[in-house]
């Protein structure tokens, strides 16, 4: 189905989230830069919101994501008690503009809080940013999830949830730190229809240590048993350097550059053979599902939450370490809670990292984000193209793209190097991109 080029996967790439990626962000950007981003914010501008909950009832080895262990009541009391004063600041800078169209609540895990706890979070920003038939989103642990939290859910009208699943394989499991029975993932998803979830995902991972193309076919089997809405299924990113708690996992076991693309492809034929659609590079969705249905049309975006039908460009994260996005500039919190803290208790927004995209930033952004999403981009105002056309000749050469004028197409086989053909166009990338992870 693909062929496998080495050569064009070799170097480490961003996925891609946004352009500039987060690499590129510095600490020239302040409290002004997020006040005056909301200040000139129209009135009917559609906005989506994203706030974090950096804390998890138990930590995985492999996890990325800025969290910690919910092992002490007063110091998520402490959090939320802050993250509620955040909503109203940015709630009152807005003074009504914007519309929100989506609020998503991510970690760590959403749900290492109280189930009442999340409620009064969800009525609090429904209210402070006068939400009217807001599409409401969670990312949960299996672990832990019972019957509380499913009447939360059904309380507080979400419909799309993710579960994080990674493996099925009790062996590797224990291998990433991320021991979960099935019966318990299961119960989840049975809870969450019946609490009125109409779009389950299932975050899934190949390139773990230890795991052959059995061991994944039969997670890809048991989770298609359970039919989820949407898969992800993510390469297995090992940054130690990056990430210490990575260590506890035995690199020498971690699939090659050549099985990793066997698994990926497996996957690929597994899930679209089952009916599903593919949805970018590593998402699949039942053909019903708003997801598809992007990607079908056309309108499929890419942002910090990764593939979305969302079509918003304004993005604003609230919690620690979260991500905001502006056209004309992207925006993330401080990563240490007690700076986090400092800010808000000082009436002042947490922004510490970030970007002021230039206008050529914007052009190459779209560009990034239309080769990923749709598998094409006019390049006609890209600069140095010249030099782009280049760099993209090795692909080319080997079927895996074609020009017409300017519009650059990507053949069905290019799926695996969506990734590594977008970096072509990336003007910050140097040759020593080590903190990036497998193209595949």
């Not at 990325?64 to 402490?78: E, F, I, K, S, V």
């Not at 053909?287 to 056309?298: E, F, I, Q, S, V």
């Not at 079509?311 to 500039?329: E, H, T, W, Y």
Request: hydrophobic letters at 40%; aromatic letters at 8%; charged letters at 20%.
């Amino acid at each position: 189905m693909w062929t496998y080029h080495p050569d064009l996967l070799a170097r480490p790439v961003p996925r891609y989230t946004s352009y500039p990626t987060a690499a590129e962000f510095d600490d020239m950007v302040s409290h002004d830069d997020l006040a005056s981003a909301l200040d000139v914010l129209p009135a009917d501008e559609p906005i989506s919101l994203y706030l974090h909950i950096p804390y998890c009832h138990a930590i995985c080895w492999y996890c990325g994501c800025n969290t910690g262990a919910a092992n002490r009541t007063a110091r998520l009391d402490a959090y939320l008690a802050r993250l509620h004063q955040e909503i109203a600041m940015v709630a009152a800078r807005l003074a009504g503009r914007g519309r929100v169209g989506r609020i998503a609540f991510g970690g760590g895990s959403p749900n290492a809080v109280s189930a009442k706890a999340f409620v009064a979070l969800v009525d609090h920003a429904v209210t402070a940013f006068r939400c009217e038939g807001t599409a409401l989103s969670v990312e949960l642990d299996p672990r832990g999830f019972g019957p509380d939290w499913a009447s939360a859910i059904a309380d507080t009208g979400v419909t799309r949830a993710s579960l994080g699943v990674q493996t099925f394989d009790p062996r590797l499991q224990t291998a990433i730190g991320r021991v979960q029975p099935e019966a318990d993932i299961r119960r989840a998803t049975d809870l969450l229809r019946n609490a009125g979830v109409e779009s389950i995902n299932f975050d899934l991972m190949y390139g773990l240590p230890g795991q052959d193309d059995a061991s994944l076919s039969a997670t890809l089997d048991t989770a298609l048993s359970l039919a989820p809405d949407r898969m992800a299924v993510f390469g297995y990113a090992h940054v130690p350097n990056l990430i210490p708690r990575q260590r506890r996992i035995n690199a020498s076991a971690l699939p090659g550059a050549a099985a990793r693309f066997k698994q990926a492809m497996l996957a690929h034929r597994q899930l679209t053979m089952a009916g599903y659609k593919t949805v970018g590079f590593d998402h699949f969705a039942l053909p019903g599902d708003g997801l598809a249905r992007a990607a079908t049309n056309g309108t499929l975006r890419r942002n910090f939450q990764g593939f979305t039908e969302d079509k918003a460009d304004v993005l604003i994260g609230m919690g620690v370490s979260a991500i905001g996005q502006f056209p004309n500039r992207l925006l993330q919190n401080d990563k240490n809670p007690g700076q986090w803290h400092s800010a808000i208790g000082s009436s002042r927004f947490a922004t510490a990292r970030g970007i002021r995209r230039t206008v050529q930033d914007r052009v190459r952004g779209r560009a990034i984000e239309a080769i990923l999403c749709r598998g094409a981009a006019d390049l006609g105002d890209v600069p140095e193209l010249e030099r782009v056309r280049s760099r993209l000749r090795r692909f080319e050469d080997v079927g895996l793209l074609w020009w017409r004028g300017t519009r650059l197409e990507l053949a069905a086989e290019a799926l695996p190097y969506a990734r590594a053909i977008a970096t072509t166009l990336d003007s910050y990338r140097a040759e020593n991109a080590a903190q990036f992870s497998h193209a595949v």
